[in-house]
C-alpha cells in the first residue's frame, strides 16, 4: 500500500499554470494544439502511429521482453503532466530567482518544486 501525502503550500505553486499538454501517445513529444474541428491526434508522426501498432501486437501475442515496461495511456498522459508540472515549478524558481527574490520565497518555491519531483517516483 502507498501513502502520499501533500505539503502544504505546494499545490498553490504548482497550480498556477493550468495549461493542458497533449503527448504523442508513443514518443511523448509535446503534440500541437489541434483546431476545434474533428478527432485529436494521438501521434506526432506515421512511424510513432506504426511502432505503437507493433507494440499493442507484441503484448497481444505476449512477446514483449521480460522487463518491458507497458503502461496504458491514460498512465502516460498522467506521467506527463507530472512532468510538466515538475518542469514549472523548476520555471518558477528561475524566475523568480532572476526577479530577485529573497531566499525565504526561494525556499518555499524549491519546497514545491520537491513535492512536484516526489509525485514523479511513481510511474503510476
Ligand atoms: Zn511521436
Redesign the pocket.
Known amino acids: 500500500m502507498e501513502l502520499v501525502t501533500e505539503a502544504e503550500g505546494a499545490v498553490g505553486v504548482i497550480g498556477q499554470r493550468r495549461e493542458v499538454a497533449r503527448h504523442?501517445a508513443?514518443?511523448g513529444?509535446r503534440l500541437p494544439d489541434h483546431g476545434r474541428i474533428g478527432r485529436p491526434r494521438r501521434?506526432?508522426?506515421q512511424p510513432?502511429r506504426q511502432r505503437a501498432y507493433e507494440r499493442r501486437a507484441a503484448v497481444q501475442r505476449g512477446g514483449l521482453p521480460e522487463d518491458a515496461v507497458v503502461l496504458s495511456s491514460t498512465e502516460l498522459a498522467d506521467l506527463q503532466d507530472r512532468l510538466f508540472q515538475l518542469r514549472c515549478a523548476a520555471e518558477d524558481i528561475m524566475t523568480a530567482a532572476e526577479d530577485g527574490a529573497g531566499g525565504e520565497e526561494l525556499r518555499g518555491l524549491a519546497a514545491g518544486m520537491v513535492d512536484a519531483a516526489r509525485g514523479l517516483e511513481r510511474l503510476r
Open positions: 504523442c508513443w514518443c513529444r501521434y506526432c508522426a510513432c
